[in-house]
């Protein structure tokens, strides 16, 4: 059972590039999201979805883009880097909007 | 501002004392979850409370939901060094799910 894979695990990018973080799950889960992990800050949500073809804004959105065009994909594109967005990264999915979250083990990004 | 506070957000005790971590909020939350989260990976679920007034019991670990459900505690008895990390909570209310900023544990043999 692979559960929720994000890629890459690590990754350093210099300002005003673009990159997109790749989260994939093979539970057939309806519900996914991204959040970003800082220190002192817990998670916050930045976009969520609740099936394929449906995005929404959470709490930090901006900078950041989502698309959900399979069930199994959520991918997180970040539009112009800014270090600003320097932190580690989490995709989650859940089998709906009310279970609890499957987290990925996480993307380290550093933006210099 | 956080919709869930947390507190403390450090705590260091010896192996063998007992604990208690306090999740507060002024907002009602469906349901209400707790993690633990290890370094380099994702959290990983431990409890789901659902009813005001719930307690839930997992070996050592204690969970109470309040009966307002805008707050829960995690209590844990008697530490040990494999309970160290950092534990979050999470409300759950309107498709999203609220995390608070964490209580970094961490259990000295």
């Known amino acids: 059972n692979a559960g929720v894979t994000q890629t890459p695990k690590f990754q350093v990018l210099k300002t005003g590039q673009s990159m997109t973080l790749q989260c994939a799950q093979d539970m057939n889960h309806e519900y996914m999201s991204w959040y970003r992990q800082d220190p002192g800050m817990g998670l916050r949500l930045i976009h969520y979805?609740?099936?394929?073809?449906?995005?929404d804004q959470g709490e930090v959105p901006n900078g950041y883009n989502v698309s959900r065009s399979t069930t199994e994909d959520f991918p997180l594109r970040l539009l112009s880097a800014a270090p600003s967005q320097t932190s580690v990264y989490f995709c989650?999915?859940?089998?709906?909007?009310?279970?609890?979250?499957?987290f990925g083990n996480g993307t380290r990004l550093t933006v210099t | 501002t956080q919709l869930l506070e947390q507190s403390p957000q450090f705590l260091s005790i010896q192996e063998g004392e007992n604990l208690t971590v306090y999740c507060n909020s002024s907002s009602v939350f469906s349901s209400l979850q707790w993690y633990r989260q290890e370094p380099g990976e994702g959290p990983v679920l431990l409890v789901t409370v659902v009813t005001g007034g719930e307690v839930k019991k997992l070996k050592r670990l204690t969970f109470q939901f309040g009966d307002a459900r805008k707050d829960s505690s995690l209590h844990i008895t008697a530490a040990q060094p494999g309970d160290t990390g950092l534990y979050l909570c999470a409300g759950e209310g309107f498709n999203k799910f609220y995390f608070g900023s964490g209580t970094k544990l961490n259990v000295k043999p």
């Open positions: 989650a999915s859940s089998p709906d909007r009310n279970s609890p979250l499957h």
């Open positions: 979805s609740v099936g394929a073809g449906i995005t």
